[in-house]
């Protein structure tokens, strides 16, 4: 049992060694490329080395272009085979159209490849404001679009410090441009905020955000599974009635919604009829009953969603209405709606609003501080008691 217990604390301990090591190195592990069979990266004299374990084993070589090909759960460059590759250079390193500095890193996962870029965690919150947020916005904006992003990535560094990154390059997380040229506006948005992230309860904690609410922003509880949501105020959010998507249509043929289903395991039918069974506080839709010639299933609005496509179906906030072969969606924002509006955001610093002032807004109870604060936990208990800015109360049905 001694034995036991003393294996389990030596293990514990080499664990937070490990953490700590991930935070104390203020990089950062993105997956630019997840389960590729091939992938092909180019450039300037890139030197590769076969990895062992967790390091470089040495017997590096050179070359302009590299083909990683999956080979069980090895990885395949040039006939030598190995458990994963280190690729750096002097220059940026080319993937699938986009340039990021070294180093990059080619792993097996599942039956592919994943490249991985390890860079610093400040030069990678430029490339997501760029890809995010774009140049063009006001700068307080993309100042706090620069702090949420920060936020959203060291919470994600810390829960997959064990993990071969921490983080994916898409909508799954958040984009991620790569090398963003000097020039860029957003460089001086990140290095004003440099270091600066939002917390709940003096614990990290994804900060999500979205493009545009539709006038009313989530609680994540209700949208988000995980056990670490913060019990994040929903507001009523003026600034983005006015928003691209604020207000958005769908007609989807109920041959074509029977098939989604079909697809995803959910066999009704044909679809009769769809009906709104329970919505959130927000009025989203929190559940659904779609009837058919074959039985009834009941979804969560978020899984229909995700079902639908989050490109077509761009948000729970909706009515929907069966006529003939159609079902009619009519709905409001675009996203999850939990946290910032993109959009709002962006017409709140047009109305001169501060980033600061626009993350209160956004993120009531939550305080801002540096990143290398003593970052022990994410925390689920409620933030010390504030004031949050005051919002508009919610009204007893969505404004279409």
Same mark, same amino acid.
């Given at each position: 049992?001694?034995?036991?217990?003393?294996?389990?604390?030596?293990?514990?301990?080499?664990?937070?060694?490990?953490?700590? %090591?991930?935070?104390?190195?203020?990089?950062?592990?993105?997956? =630019?490329?997840?389960?590729?069979?091939?992938?092909?990266?180019?450039?300037? !004299? =890139?030197?590769? +080395?076969?990895?062992?374990?967790?390091?470089?084993?040495?017997?590096?070589?050179?070359?302009?272009?590299?083909?990683?090909?999956? /080979?069980?759960?090895?990885? *395949?460059?040039?006939? &030598?085979?190995?458990?994963?590759?280190? $690729?750096?250079?002097?220059?940026?390193?080319?993937?699938?159209?986009?340039?990021?500095?070294?180093?990059?890193?080619?792993?097996?996962?599942?039956?592919?490849?994943?490249?991985?870029?390890?860079?610093?965690?400040?030069?990678?919150?430029?490339?997501?404001?760029?890809?995010?947020?774009?140049?063009?916005?006001?700068?307080?904006?993309?100042? #706090?679009?620069? =702090?949420?992003? &920060?936020?959203?990535?060291?919470?994600?560094?810390?829960? +997959?410090?064990?993990?071969?990154?921490?983080?994916?390059? !898409?909508?799954?997380?958040?984009?991620?441009?790569?090398?963003?040229? %000097?020039?860029?506006?957003?460089?001086?948005?990140?290095?004003?905020?440099?270091?600066?992230?939002? &917390?709940?309860?003096?614990?990290?904690?994804?900060?999500?955000?979205?493009?545009?609410?539709?006038?009313?922003?989530?609680?994540?509880?209700?949208?988000? /599974?995980?056990? +670490?949501?913060?019990?994040?105020?929903?507001? &009523?959010?003026?600034?983005?009635?006015? /928003?691209?998507? %604020?207000?958005?249509?769908?007609?989807?043929? $109920?041959?074509?919604?029977?098939?989604?289903?079909?697809?995803?395991?959910?066999?009704?039918?044909? @679809?009769?009829?769809?009906? =709104?069974?329970?919505?959130?506080?927000?009025?989203?839709?929190?559940?659904?009953?779609?009837?058919?010639?074959?039985?009834? #299933?009941?979804?969560?609005?978020?899984?229909?969603?995700?079902? @639908?496509?989050?490109?077509?179906?761009?948000?729970? $906030?909706?009515?929907?209405? @069966?006529?003939?072969?159609?079902?009619?969606?009519?709905?409001?924002?675009?996203?999850?709606?939990?946290?910032?509006?993109?959009?709002? #955001?962006?017409?709140?610093?047009?109305?001169?609003?501060?980033? *600061?002032?626009? $993350?209160?807004?956004?993120?009531?109870?939550?305080?801002?501080?540096?990143?290398?604060?003593?970052?022990?936990?994410?925390?689920?208990?409620?933030?010390?008691?504030? *004031?949050?800015?005051?919002?508009?109360?919610?009204?007893? /049905?969505?404004?279409?």
């Amino acid at each position: 049992m001694r034995a036991a217990l003393a294996g389990l604390a030596t293990t514990i301990g080499l664990v937070a060694v490990l953490v700590s %090591s991930v935070l104390a190195s203020g990089t950062i592990r993105v997956a =630019i490329v997840e389960n590729a069979r091939v992938v092909e990266l180019r450039g300037v !004299s =890139i030197e590769v +080395n076969e990895l062992r374990g967790c390091c470089p084993s040495g017997g590096a070589w050179r070359t302009d272009v590299v083909r990683a090909v999956a /080979a069980g759960q090895s990885v *395949e460059i040039d006939g &030598r085979r190995a458990s994963g590759f280190r $690729l750096t250079s002097e220059r940026l390193i080319r993937v699938s159209g986009r340039d990021y500095p070294a180093a990059l890193e080619v792993v097996p996962n599942g039956d592919g490849v994943t490249v991985v870029n390890e860079l610093p965690l400040e030069d990678y919150v430029v490339g997501v404001v760029r890809a995010e947020a774009g140049e063009r916005w006001p700068l307080q904006m993309l100042r #706090a679009q620069a =702090i949420v992003a &920060r936020t959203y990535a060291a919470y994600h560094r810390t829960l +997959n410090a064990l993990r071969p990154y921490h983080i994916v390059a !898409s909508t799954v997380h958040q984009s991620y441009v790569g090398h963003v040229p %000097s020039s860029s506006p957003v460089w001086e948005a990140v290095r004003d905020t440099r270091g600066q992230v939002l &917390r709940w309860g003096g614990g990290l904690f994804p900060a999500f955000y979205h493009a545009t609410s539709g006038g009313y922003t989530e609680d994540p509880r209700t949208v988000f /599974a995980a056990r +670490n949501m913060p019990a994040l105020k929903a507001i &009523r959010d003026e600034f983005s009635v006015t /928003a691209p998507h %604020s207000a958005w249509s769908l007609d989807l043929r $109920l041959v074509d919604l029977a098939e989604i289903l079909r697809r995803n395991g959910v066999d009704v039918g044909t @679809v009769k009829a769809v009906q =709104i069974t329970e919505r959130t506080p927000s009025l989203r839709v929190s559940t659904l009953t779609i009837h058919g010639t074959r039985g009834s #299933a009941r979804l969560r609005g978020n899984d229909l969603r995700r079902m @639908v496509g989050y490109e077509t179906l761009k948000s729970t $906030l909706f009515a929907v209405a @069966v006529d003939g072969e159609k079902a009619h969606f009519a709905g409001r924002g675009y996203g999850h709606g939990v946290g910032m509006s993109q959009w709002g #955001a962006k017409a709140m610093a047009e109305h001169g609003y501060r980033a *600061e002032k626009i $993350l209160e807004y956004y993120y009531p109870g939550t305080t801002l501080g540096p990143l290398d604060e003593p970052l022990a936990r994410t925390s689920t208990e409620p933030p010390p008691s504030t *004031e949050p800015p005051p919002s508009a109360p919610f009204t007893t /049905a969505p404004p279409w």
